[in-house]
């Protein structure tokens, strides 16, 4: 199962929709499907209003996972867009908090 993105043009949303936990051994993947649609023309122009993550599949977020995550909310930063990470699971909480993640993007916990 892979990443999906939804792109909403009118609300000026994206939401990538991760499968599951967060690692080395998945992270490039992760990374090429958010990174392919961020870096696409037409999106780099739209007034981008959020980048959503959504991990409530994932139990896990290794230090590749979090590299990433981190990557991600620059690329939105420079992109002008602020992003919201979707979690679901309290160690995955517990990572956003120990690395104050939760500082520079907006954390919505789920059950």
């Known amino acids: 199962m892979e990443t999906l993105p939804t792109i909403d043009s009118t609300t000026g949303q994206i939401v990538f929709t991760v499968p599951g936990n967060v690692l080395s051994t998945n992270a490039e993947q992760i990374r090429g499907v958010i990174f392919e649609v961020l870096n696409r023309p037409e999106i780099c122009q739209m007034a981008l209003r959020m980048v959503e993550i959504d991990l409530r599949r994932a139990s ?52």
């Open 60 to 111: 896990m977020v290794d230090s590749v996972g979090l590299n990433l995550l981190v990557a991600v909310l620059k690329k939105a930063k420079a992109l002008g867009s602020p992003t919201r990470f979707i979690i679901g699971d309290n160690s995955v909480a517990r990572i956003f908090q120990f690395t104050r993640l939760n500082e520079h993007a907006e954390v919505v916990r789920v059950e």
